[in-house]
């Protein structure tokens, strides 16, 4: 089990009748799998800049920083990204109603990370 005890001794120490020579990596690289579709993202938008009056954001802008990454089996496909976003907007309203609302994506920036077997661009 990798340790030995002794009891005269009260200790237990590491130990394995295993040898170096004996445990061979196979190169492959370590995959992931799911019977199902699997999406994860984490994200931050910082710094974020608002202008509101009344409780009703009219203008705002953010730069935000997101990880992404998903799996699916059929067609199968792994990949992760990096991306960075800029991002602005407007919002015509009064007391929190929305009356009209626009955003624009000012720039995007991708980082492929990982991208195994038939995945969509």
Known sequence: MGFTYSAKNKKADPMSKLRKQEIKGTGAKQHAASPNFMQVAWGIAVPRFEISFMGTTIAWFHSAYLMDGYYRFNPACQKIEANFYGAAGIN?????????????NLWKYNKPILKAGNCPE
Do not use: C, N
């Open 92 to 104: 015509v309203g009064l007391l929190t109603i929305s009356l009209y609302s626009k955003t624009w």
